[in-house]
């Protein structure tokens, strides 16, 4: 059996992340007469919608690395799962037009491989991996005019290629051949994947002689000894297997010095692109970081440290002819979930991300706690480029889903500006300057959990960006408060401007968090532990909350069971006081979504009564029929309302309540469907009479429905993947309405979280 490699590894902000990396605001960033910059997203297209006529719209198809055109208008990325380039037309940022593609079947064999684009003039020049196998690697340059789309030459590489980077002057381009090990196989003497494993790799440099590619020549520059073994420079600078180098990033500054990162043998070499010598090899060094999530618990816990563990820097990008930055991703034996800046006269780092990087992640909502014992944020790109006069850094994260905006004017002082949100594993960082656009094109695609690859495409230009719509505050100990998976919103009483939410299953403790929505973005100002009755953290699958007026707190609690779902009555302090089963006839009919809201009402006499939603139908209800519960807490006694579904057309989609809210004399209800992105089609505010008086015995009276808002139109407002889970909503204090999305912890999901400002509710509901 043959083998091929799939190349998929393919302000409230100031109070947490101004402190770390000195920023003053969110959207601080360069100036233009005096007004300062940042990036806003236009646009996000899901390449898709790109594929052949024909070819199954599920079937996987991604975006890894692009280039764009000289004049800015064309985007090409490469598909290594559908082995082939994209073509996007973004003469309209704002409207990305996808152009089609061109398969590599046409110009090779139908399993080949893109692994990196470029432009150069009017030609397109794709790297490609045919390797049979890890030992023998192969690959080749194809080089395409973009206007025809037709291969016009073809050059052999002679190993597997990675990268490509072309130098400022048009003379060079360099191919990082990494000729990558086999992380199953186990060489003499070592371990399963370890190092070192022939062939080892190297450099090919392509002179780019004259108009015609004709005349392009490659020149390969040996990181091995003629007979394999380590030249001295590597063995000097304490590479891991100087025998086995596995060059992975290339990058050329001004002087025409290339830079290339060995990230398993955690080092940086620097080569003469006129001459092909060999100017420096260095070792990345270790770090040791502190105040950090180590721990895949379940637990967003910023107290956990790693010592003297190597960089491994993925890629690389000059920052002047002096200083280069690495995305410290890490491999095999390291990752230190940030950034770093080396001086390349002396090898030695400039400054280094420390625990910042990460601590951005907690701060916007992106951490990705099943990543904690791993290698957290795996800052995978990096990229720099000047704007408007202002040299810009963008350090992308692969497993938190953002890329993070730093101004570069001193290469020794980096100074954190922005995050921009990215759909699943950002692996193409893409500045286009002359636009003043920047690029990221993402690598995760699956259909079945619809988290889709995308290209997203950002404006530099005047204003605060859309993103973030929420972040959260340092606690006392100045460390970012981690939060996620906001699926449920409530009024404060006797505070105007602050809501309560309470986070799910998707983490193994329960938080009651508290927003400050009078700020813009919208603060996550503290957090409170839910506890049993004896004191001990708990767990519950909290999908909605309210906060008492007579104090304490209403969960509703999901199940994985019928069973499981209850009603859990908290006191101020979070403890559990009060437990309360459904009945059991209800529980019995109930499936895997089960309470999804909770509300409360409080007559003149001080009789309260509980509100709730149950998500989907019971199996013992007519279809397209699901219940809102009522709990009459003094006689502590439950009846039960129906609520008329929309209906769905689409295969493997279903619509069902997320959120039940008191406005005066109605409840208002989330009806929603579980499309996201461009399919996403229901997520709609209804309101129905709240009725009066307990239910009467017999069939489920229907209430009738009416609709209060259409939320769509806003969540497609943010020009991102439009999310699915728009699971809180409440009218708050000062008579605003407020909705948030539930980013599920970055699971499946892309992890952005969408808090909205609708309007008065006078304006939504009629009233005020």
């Known amino acids: 059996m043959t083998f091929r490699r799939t190349f998929t590894a393919l302000t409230a902000v100031g109070v947490a992340a101004a402190s770390l990396t000195g920023a003053t605001s969110a959207s601080a960033g360069g100036h233009h007469h005096g007004k300062p910059l940042a990036f806003d997203r236009v646009a996000t297209f899901p390449v898709f919608q790109n594929r052949p006529a024909g070819e199954d719209p599920t079937s996987p198809t991604v975006a890894e690395i692009s280039t764009v055109s000289q004049d800015g208008r064309t ?97 060079y381009a360099a191919i990082a051949i990494e000729n990558e090990r086999d992380e199953e196989a186990t060489p003499p003497g070592g371990e399963e994947g370890d190092l070192p494993q022939q062939p080892g790799g190297f450099v090919q440099i392509v002179d780019l002689t004259g108009a015609s590619p004709a005349g392009w020549r490659l020149r390969p520059v040996p990181l091995t000894g003629p007979n394999g073994q380590a030249l001295p420079a590597l063995v000097e600078a304490g590479l891991a297997a100087p025998t086995d180098p596995e060059p992975e990033y290339v990058s050329i500054n001004s002087r025409n010095q290339l830079a290339v990162t060995l990230q398993e043998n955690n080092g940086v070499t620097l080569i003469d692109l006129r001459s092909g010598r060999i100017d420096r090899v260095f070792s990345a060094g270790t770090a040791s970081i502190s105040g950090i999530d180590t721990d895949d618990d379940g637990t967003i816990d910023l107290t956990g440290s790693i010592t003297d563990v190597p960089r491994e820097p993925d890629a690389v990008a000059w920052i002047d002819d002096r200083y280069l930055a690495t995305a410290n991703e890490g491999d095999w034996r390291g990752g230190t979930r940030g950034w ?116 997203s495409l950002y404006r530099l230009g005047q204003g605060t960006p859309a993103f973030p719509t929420i972040v959260s505050a340092s606690d006392k100990r100045g460390t970012p408060i981690g939060w996620g998976a906001l699926g449920a919103l409530s009024a404060v009483p006797g505070k105007r401007d602050q809501l309560v939410s309470v986070t799910d299953a998707a983490y193994s403790q329960t938080r009651i968090l508290t927003i400050d929505a009078k700020r813009s973005p919208a603060v996550i100002t503290g957090t409170l532990a839910v506890t049993d009755a004896a004191g001990t953290p708990v767990g519950y699958d909290a999908e909605g909350i309210f906060a008492r007026p007579q104090g304490g707190y209403w969960l509703a609690v999901e199940g994985a069971k019928g069973s499981e779902n209850a009603l859990v009555r908290l006191d101020s302090a979070g403890v559990t ?85 008191v406005v005066g004399d109605r409840l208002a209800v989330i009806e929603r469907d579980k499309l996201n992105g461009p399919a996403a089609a229901l997520k709609r505010v209804y309101t129905v009479p709240m009725p009066d008086a307990a239910a009467v015995p017999g069939p489920l009276r229907v209430l009738p429905k009416t609709l209060a808002v259409d939320v769509l139109p806003a969540l497609r407002a943010t020009n991102g993947w439009t999310q699915e889970k728009l699971e809180g909503f409440t009218v708050a204090g000062n008579g605003e309405v407020y909705a948030v999305t539930d980013n599920d912890a970055l699971q499946d999901a892309t992890g952005e979280t969408v808090f909205l400002r609708l309007g008065s509710s006078r304006k939504i509901f009629g009233r005020g």
């Open 340 to 455: 770093s800046i080396f001086d390349s006269r002396t090898g030695r780092v400039a400054w280094d991300a420390g625990n910042t990087f990460e601590r951005l992640a907690a701060t916007y909502g992106l951490h990705n706690e099943d990543r904690g014992g791993k290698k957290g944020t795996e800052p995978e790109g990096v990229a720099v480029a000047e704007y408007d006069g202002v040299r810009y850094g963008f350090v992308g994260s692969e497993r938190s889903n953002f890329v993070a905006v730093y101004d570069l004017s001193d290469p020794t002082r980096p100074a954190f500006r922005q995050v921009l949100p990215s759909t699943n594993g950002p692996e193409g960082l893409l500045p286009i300057p002359s636009r003043g656009l920047f690029a990221i094109s993402s690598e995760e695609d699956d259909a079945s959990v619809n988290v889709r690859a995308s290209v």
């Open 75 to 171: 985007l090409i990325y490469t598909d290594a799962l559908g082995r082939r380039i994209g073509f996007l037309d973004i003469s309209d940022a704002d409207k990305p037009r996808g152009l089609g593609t061109l398969s590599l079947s046409q110009l090779g064999d139908a399993e080949d491989e893109p692994t990196s684009v470029a432009v150069v003039g009017p030609y397109v020049l794709v790297v490609v991996n045919t390797s049979r196998s890890y030992t023998e690697p192969s690959g080749r340059l194809d080089v395409i005019e973009l206007a025809t789309r037709e291969r016009v030459r073809s050059l052999e590489l002679g190993g597997q290629p990675d990268s490509i980077a072309i130098s400022k002057d048009r003379r």
């Open 577 to 661: 006081r009060q437990v309360v089963p459904l009945p059991a006839e209800v529980a019995a009919g109930l499936g895997k979504q089960g309470l999804e809201g909770v509300t409360a009402s409080t007559d003149r006499s001080g009789r309260e009564v509980v509100w709730v939603a149950v998500q989907r139908e019971l199996s013992t209800d007519p279809a397209g029929i699901v219940r809102i519960g009522r709990y009459d807490v003094a006689a502590g006694t439950w009846s039960w309302f129906g609520y008329r579904l929309n209906t769905t057309t689409v295969a493997g989609d279903w619509i069902g309540l997320s959120e039940i809210t």
